[in-house]
């Protein structure tokens, strides 16, 4: 009798064991049919935490509620808008995807203006809003493409290296056109961002850049309202997107299975020293009026992560855009079968405005350490201003500085020479990690073997930034300080369980568990199988332990 009812129990909670597992994984078997993968860029897990505090009815509170927040997710270092942007479409890193910044170096390819693949290889990798077409200083949201470098495909043929060429592997978009034939898009800041067709040139169906900087021309990003203006434009291309049409709402052609966009109100809302300096009527921003943000300081008004007004509005103009994107959703009965993924290409640095320092660019400041003749007097610092200041273009080397400096060396065999200066003065020059030699290809590709892989890299004291105090900026990123690196991230369905998950972990993770929502391998994904990237945890189960 006893053994009946053991065996019994046994069976019923073997049955019970199964139908929770049913219950938990019923949501991944063809339940979604899309994701909506949106970057706030600059969002910490802490602005997401303050924010849904404050506003328990806003949209991020409820994408939270019905979905997993993940509060300790970091991007993989370096953490510009490029590697960051390319984790989440990739899988991977520097060392697999193969850029570091949107303005780099690569010893294998030809200035623009060099006129082909003839003497010797090596130059800046320029893929900003300089290599846009202009018409009276206006961006028409395309790429001269005479303004890009040469380099030689593997064909052996010299031709112009667009953005797409630089990528070393695939991205989801090309993933899902190639295992599904689904429609795919993405808006984002620059037109450069013909980056995520990856390799084919052909990964995003939809791509639309409407320039938010015009480098010879208006720069939206000097005010919080003109930026979240130009985020606005494409928030109306996602809308038409999610009612089935083109991003322009010219032509029905049905909802991509992967879309999204990013955001630059927030991150432009904690760096403005001063919201449109210039004023409405002074060349700023025409629309920046209310006199609680113009001409305001934006960041945080503490440690603590307070937004001020400034960064307040980039927030909640944020917030009302997801808003929208969750009522077109149910409006179009789509929202119970769509993924939505919201987190960041990267965070910003710092928070805690006591800790700001800006001693000026780092090619200029090696000039006066040990004294004002160090770049006469010293090899080393001399190496590092004439790669920062003297090298328009060529093999002469390059840095590029915000919170972090990359330096690639003329020379490489000067790595140690270089690395020592920056060692000895390192206090001087604000220094918190030199990295180099060994050190570097701890984390890093072996520059002696990778054409873009910088010979050194320095991570400065938290709370520096490689610009002149003038500049109207408080906080940048770029580097790998827990600022930088530290985002937020939630993904949501209805389906899914409430969770926050303080588990480590990147946000590289998220484009393999993009593709398993919609029941795609990872691995076909070239840097997930490189660099062995998992699923985020307990996005697929309830199952287990957390918080």
């Given amino acids: 009798m006893r053994r009946t009812t053991l065996l019994a129990t046994l069976g019923l909670a073997l049955l019970t064991g199964l139908l929770m597992n049913a219950q938990a994984d019923e949501w991944e078997r063809g339940r979604i049919q899309r994701v909506l993968l949106i970057s706030i860029d600059g969002m910490h897990a802490l602005d997401v935490a303050n924010y849904v505090a404050a506003h328990p009815g806003s949209a991020l509170a409820e994408l939270s509620e019905s979905g997993v927040t993940f509060t300790n997710a970091r991007t993989p270092a370096n953490s510009d808008s490029f590697p960051g942007l390319l984790a989440l479409v990739t899988g991977g890193s520097p060392r697999t995807h193969g850029l570091f910044y949107d303005y780099s170096y690569d010893r294998t390819i030809w200035p623009p203006d060099h006129g082909g693949c003839t003497g010797p290889a090596a130059t800046q990798m320029i893929f900003d809003e300089s290599i846009d077409v ?8 395309v790429i001269d493409p005479n303004a890009l470098p040469f380099y030689r495909n593997a064909e052996g043929n010299c031709v112009r290296m667009y953005p797409h060429n630089a990528l070393r592997v695939n991205t989801l978009f090309e993933v899902i056109k190639a295992e599904q034939a689904g429609r795919t898009a993405w808006a984002d800041k620059h037109p450069a961002y013909d980056l995520v067709n990856g390799p084919s040139g052909k990964g995003v169906d939809d791509l639309y850049t409407p320039e938010i ?3 010879p021309g208006f720069d939206n990003t000097i005010s919080v309202v003109c930026t979240a203006d130009n985020d606005a434009l494409k928030v109306k291309a996602v809308l038409n997107e999610i009612h089935g049409f083109n991003h322009e709402g010219t032509k029905k052609v049905g909802v991509p299975t992967v879309f999204g966009l990013d955001f630059q109100a927030v991150s432009v809302g904690q760096k403005l020293l001063l919201d449109n300096p210039g004023g409405p009527m002074g060349g700023g921003c025409a629309n920046d009026t209310d006199p609680s943000i113009n001409q305001q300081k934006g960041g945080y008004v503490d440690g ?6 400034v960064l307040a509005y980039g927030l909640k103009r944020t917030d009302d855009a997801l808003r929208s994107f969750i009522d077109a959703l149910r409006h179009e009965g789509l929202y119970e079968s769509t993924l939505i993924i919201v987190t960041s290409k990267h965070g910003q640095s710092p928070i805690n405005l006591a ?7 780092f090619a ?15 090899e080393a610092a001399k190496i590092i201003t004439d790669a920062g200041n003297n090298c328009p273009e060529g093999p002469c080397g390059y840095v590029q500085d915000d919170d972090v400096a990359l330096i690639w060396l003329p020379d490489q065999s000067k790595t140690k020479l270089v690395t020592d200066y920056l060692n000895k003065y390192a206090p001087a020059l604000h220094i918190d990690e030199v990295m180099s030699g060994e050190e570097l290809k701890l984390k890093f590709n072996d520059p002696l073997h990778d054409s873009r892989t910088p010979d050194i890299i320095v991570q400065p004291i938290y709370g520096t930034i490689y610009t002149g105090a003038s500049k109207n900026k408080l906080a940048e990123h770029g580097g790998f300080s827990f600022g930088d690196t530290n985002v937020g991230l939630i993904v949501s369905n209805p389906a899914l369980k409430h969770g926050v998950v303080k588990t480590p972990v990147l946000t590289s993770q998220v484009a393999a568990t993009i593709l398993k929502s919609l029941e795609i391998d990872p691995n076909e994904l070239q840097a997930v ?17 957390r918080d």
């Fill in 134 to 141: 202009y018409v009276n200083n206006v961006s028409q949201n």
């Fill in 213 to 215: 900087t015009n480098a």
């Fill in 304 to 309: 603590s992560g307070t937004p001020s007004n």
């Fill in 355 to 361: 800790k700001l320092v800006k001693p000026g660019h």
């Fill in 364 to 378: 200029d400041l090696v000039c006066t350490v040990p004294d004002a003749s160090a770049c006469t007097t010293n």
């Fill in 529 to 545: 199988r490189k660099e062995g990237i998992e699923v985020l945890p307990f996005v697929f189960s309830r199952r287990g332990e």
